[in-house]
């Protein structure tokens, strides 16, 4: 799910029939449209330089960027990955250039930094958090391999602090990190009871953090209160598995 960062009042939301192993999928715009696409949609991802354009990733490789004023077909359509996508996300940099991972032995998750133009962090299945320079092919800037006990499942960088990103892992934890200084976590944050599905920064807060995960749970976290976990919400019938915040 994401949110029009422009108006905030359009939602957008990529779904996928019976977990997206088997079936259709679809694009939702809530309050303004409602565009199809055969295969299965995982992710989405707007770009800030123009409202009306957002991408989406695909599970049978495909990245397609839509443009709402011609929502019928995509704009862009392009078939880079031979399996399926796990993540997709604009440089909000240069706001050119667009990241997708998949589940083809590339990278699983990554997430552009917020102020670096070339800078990438990616992290999956092998534990391990890894900082790549885009302007270096083939070259990682930085390696740790044993950031979490379990799988890394999520990455997302802190646009109020550009050192700063965010972990969340198969082994119950959320982890914040300072890049300059990754050989161990600056924070690590308890409370979920299954895998952390997704962790993302508070848009307007630097040190607020949202995480949700397979225990069908939203948690809210300061990390400047002596007690960080300053919010918990259910509700959900099933896993969790994205956060959208409006701006």
Known sequence: VKFDPFTGRRLA??????????????????????PRHPPQ?????????NPT???????????????????SVPVVMRKEHQRECSGIDWNAVSKDRLLSTAYDGSIKIASWSPRE????VSAGSDCSIRLWDARAHNAMAQV???????????VDWNKWDPMQFATGSVDLTVRIWDWRMSSSPATTLRGHHRAVKKVKWSPFSGG???SVGYD??????DLKSLNPM????????EFVTGIGIKW
């Open 216 to 221: 069908m749970m939203m948690r809210v976290w």
């Open 41 to 49: 949609m995982y992710l989405d991802g707007t770009v800030e330089s």
């Open 144 to 154: 740790l391999s044993r950031a979490h006990d379990n799988e890394i499942l999520s």
């Open 208 to 210: 607020v953090l949202f």
């Open 230 to 237: 300053v919010g918990m919400w259910e509700g959900h019938d």
């Open 117 to 120: 133009a070339n800078l990438i």
């Open 13 to 34: 939301c990529a779904s996928s029939a019976n977990f997206g192993m088997k079936g259709a999928g679809r694009l939702w715009i809530f309050e303004h449209m409602q």
């Open 53 to 71: 354009v957002l991408a989406a990733a695909m599970a049978d490789g495909t990245v397609a960027i839509f443009d709402l004023k011609v929502p």
